[in-house]
């Protein structure tokens, strides 16, 4: 009889668990099954995206800690960990608009800026692994990575809200509402001004408040010595694609899609000469 009474107790417990459960997928499935408004979709992506950014800025910070001494490998280890999970959770975000006809391009763009932010800290990470020497100038190349892709980010998304209906005055009302800025910016605050200010292209911000900085990185003063030496030469327009090894004097050059940079940039990012036109 006790058995009895235990399974009578217990199976209403387990009835509601389950009831629950199909009441929690039920939900889901009209939620999947309820289209998004192209609003709604802008706001998912942005979030995603922003949420990644973000990282990259607690990067830089971490780099200017662990020049100064008060932050160790491992917990420059650990912050990359976390970052790389917040990266994750916006890509399963945005997995969701890439079979979206309306919002596909978007979503890809808002994909590449993200995996940018998620290639930075991996690649930090196993330099971090195979070299004895804790000096980490050579991250400034990974703390670049997301320029283009960020401004390939918001390009796609004007694009898609244009298409979708939205008015200038809507978009830039928009943009206000989650903090997406477009402005000028040096690589580093911290870094000789007359070298870097010059030598960085107009970057695509994507702020989480007015306070916060552009998402290029604030690099530590001893990576000034990995600037070239001749501000001219480095301030050369230059082509670059997302993911080329290449930089390219004419944006003509190839079938690939080109963002405008200039040679300090690709040089930083370890790009050579196209053979072709930039006499490689």
């Known amino acids: 009889m006790i058995g009895i009474i235990g399974n009578l107790v217990e199976r209403p417990q ?8 199909n009441e929690t997928a039920q939900d889901e499935k009209e939620s999947l099954d309820t289209p998004k408004t192209p609003a709604e979709i802008d706001a998912e992506l942005c979030d995603a995206v922003i949420s990644a950014d973000v990282q990259m800025d607690a990067l830089s910070d971490a780099i200017a800690s662990m020049a100064d001494g008060s ?17 994750f959770a916006s ?18 763009a808002a994909e590449d800026a993200v995996n940018n932010v998620a290639a930075a800290h991996i ?34 998304r004007e694009l898609y809200l244009m298409n979708s209906g939205f008015s200038t005055d809507e978009i830039d009302a928009l943009n ?3 903090g997406i800025t477009s402005d000028a910016s040096s690589t580093s605050e911290n870094s000789s001004e007359s070298e870097q200010k010059s030598a960085e292209p107009p970057t695509e911000s994507i ?40 930089y390219h004097y004419d ?9 405008e940079s200039t040679l300090q940039t690709a040089l930083n990012r370890g790009l050579t000469p196209c ?5 490689g």
């Open 14 to 21: 387990e009835q509601v668990a389950s009831d629950q459960a």
């Open 176 to 178: 206000e509402a989650l």
């Open 123 to 156: 690649k930090l990470q196993d330099y971090l692994k195979s070299s004895d020497d804790s000096d980490i100038e050579y991250t400034l190349t990974c703390l670049n990575m997301r320029n283009d892709a960020n401004i390939a980010f918001v390009a796609a």
């Open 275 to 279: 053979k072709k036109c930039a006499g």
């Open 207 to 246: 702020a989480t408040s007015p306070s916060s900085k552009a998402p290029t990185a604030s690099v530590p003063e001893s990576t000034a010595e990995l600037q070239p030496s001749t501000n001219q030469s480095n301030e050369r327009t230059v082509y670059v694609t997302e993911t080329g090894s290449k």
């Open 251 to 259: 944006n003509n050059c190839g079938n690939g899609t080109y963002y």
């Open 71 to 87: 932050l160790t490998v491992e917990g420059l280890n650990s912050i990359c960990d976390s970052a790389v999970d917040v990266c």
């Open 91 to 108: 890509l399963d975000t945005i997995e969701k608009y890439l079979d979206d006809e309306t919002a596909e391009e978007y979503a890809a």
